[in-house]
């Protein structure tokens, strides 16, 4: 029996899957750790946590497979993959590829600044028109810029950028690649058109060329072998072959089967990743784009979501939830279970209580690092049940405002939904009725570590091209809408729409009294 792993590097932990060539999973192994904050709307992320947590997730998943499976061995392990989180900056690294600065992530908001300057700078049709990108803080090519302006001891040491994958790969086999996904993700500095870092922008930017890494793969491609002394570490045979990978939103997306033209997912997470395939651009969209991890030299996964969805419950349930923790710790069972129990008996709109999630600023499609949450519509009569099924139905309002920014005549009728919000029928349920879309979820739960597993399998020529596509994951309707709370939603997402607009203002205004200058 053949067998292979994937691994996906997350905000929070990293997973690792081993699965024979069916996709049956034969073990699996997680490590968790958290992202560190060190002022308002910074995230970074030191390298070595997430060497260390794929490390301790490969060992730990093979060392589960041998006590599981009798006569298993090492060399039937064919190939391993690794996704990670989308890695904003990327890693700067040295002459020796040591890391030089912790990684800026995808939820960072420190480069607004940069972004002023590049809306001054750069003729912002031609970077949409080469990269399918637009100016942000949430781009990771900002986030460079920042560490240029405000790290010139760093800046001047750097040799490459690269995305926590890249880094991770390099570790364990010696080689450096740098796959399409994620050169895409970055922004400005990738030619979506041509597949290929943009020369053009990058002068443009002030970046140079040679800070991004020659060899781009596509997320199906071996890059290396595992080293020996990193193999002996994991229980793995030497020149155990290293698949390139991609960002974590999109292997999700190819875990959840989505190949061709139309079909859309949501990951679900500490942020919320709405994305769908399609072979042509639409810049005018206002959403992210990169090459998708399947087929990649045609297919692009374009996607938009907010920077804090899973994050916002997990807010709202560490700041106000104390009680329901404690009743949790009592019961012996998941503190959601309990707040979803209070929630679900309320009406559809939380009685007139909407909530805004943008606890980090907020990515698409109103593209306002500035912007910040709050709930609207607060009064004596409402409860911590109102308040929190509000933060579900806010998230969801966010999902509907990200795929009508999108052409819905070109999407399928049914919605995927993968990621943590997957284990919530009442979240689902309220998905359903907010999108006007049936959702199904993931029979399986394992998401972006299970698609990495795929590439793994695809890339060792253990699964065709076709087999890939048809995918290893079984979908399950889990919610469909309901006629009158949808009547309801739609009301109240044309309220949710109307509010960032008539407060912008204020949270500009509230945002600068809390800035400081750069250190």
């Avoid at 997957?422 to 029979?443: H, K, P």
């Amino acid at each position: 029996m053949n067998y292979v792993i994937g691994v996906d590097i997350g905000t929070q932990s990293t997973k690792a899957l081993l699965c024979d060539t069916s996709g049956h999973i034969v073990a699996q192994m997680s490590k968790g750790y958290h992202p560190d904050t060190p002022r308002p709307l910074w995230a970074e992320q030191h390298a070595s946590v997430w060497l260390e947590a794929t490390l301790a997730s490969i060992a730990g998943s093979v060392e589960r497979a041998r006590a599981i499976v009798p006569g298993f061995e090492a060399a039937q392990i064919k190939s391993i993959c690794i996704s990670s989180l989308y890695g904003g900056s990327g890693i700067p690294v040295d002459e020796d590829l040591n890391p030089l600065h912790p990684c800026l992530i995808w939820m960072d908001r420190r480069a607004e600044a940069e972004v002023a300057w590049v809306r001054r700078t750069i003729d912002l049709e031609r970077l949409a028109e080469i990269t399918g990108n637009h100016v942000d803080s949430y781009y990771g090519y900002t986030k460079i810029l920042w560490l240029k302006a405000n790290r010139p001891e760093i800046w001047a040491r750097t040799k490459y950028w690269l995305p926590p994958n890249a880094f991770v790969i390099h570790a364990l086999t010696g080689e450096l690649a740098v796959d399409h996904s994620s050169a895409g993700n970055i922004g400005g500095v990738y030619d979506l058109g041509r597949r290929c870092w943009s020369e053009e922008m990058l002068s443009r930017l002030g970046i140079p060329l040679a800070m991004m890494p020659e060899r781009l793969v596509h997320s199906h491609e071996i890059v290396g072998g595992l080293k020996a002394d990193v193999a002996s570490r994991l229980g793995l045979a030497a020149d155990t072959p290293v698949v390139a990978g991609g960002v974590d939103a999109a292997v999700a997306t190819f875990a959840a089967g989505a190949t061709r033209q139309g079909q859309h997912v949501a990951m679900i997470g500490t942020s919320m990743c709405w994305g769908h395939i399609t072979p042509e651009v639409d810049p005018a969209s206002k959403l992210v784009s990169m090459p998708h991890v399947f087929n990649g030299e045609r297919d692009a996964y374009v996607f938009g979501g907010a920077i804090a969805a899973g994050a916002s419950v997990t807010w709202f349930r560490e700041q106000f939830c104390k009680a329901d923790t404690d009743a949790a710790l009592h019961r012996a069972c998941d503190v959601h279970d309990l707040l979803n129990e209070a929630a679900a008996p309320l009406p559809a709109g939380a009685d007139g209580l909407i909530f805004l999630p943008y606890l980090m600023g907020e990515r698409s499609p109103i593209w306002d690092g500035r912007a910040s949450g709050a709930f609207v519509g607060l009064s004596l009569y409402h409860t911590r049940a109102h308040a929190y099924r509000a933060v579900l139905e806010g998230v969801a309002f966010a999902l509907r405002h990200n795929i009508e920014a999108s052409d819905t005549a070109l999407l399928d009728e049914d919605l995927i939904v993968v990621g943590g919000a997957a284990q919530s029928s009442l979240w689902l349920q309220i998905i359903a009725d907010v999108t006007g879309r049936r959702v199904l979820t993931i029979a399986e739960n394992v998401e972006a570590a299970m698609g990495a597993a795929l590439l793994a399998a695809l890339g060792a020529g253990l699964v065709s091209a076709r087999q890939a596509a048809d995918g290893w994951v079984r979908l399950a309707a889990s919610a469909e809408p309901r006629e009158r709370e949808q009547r309801i939603y739609d009301a109240c997402f044309e309220v949710y729409r109307s509010l960032y607009p008539a407060l912008k203002d204020g949270m500009h205004r509230l945002r600068a009294m809390t800035e400081v200058p750069n250190p």
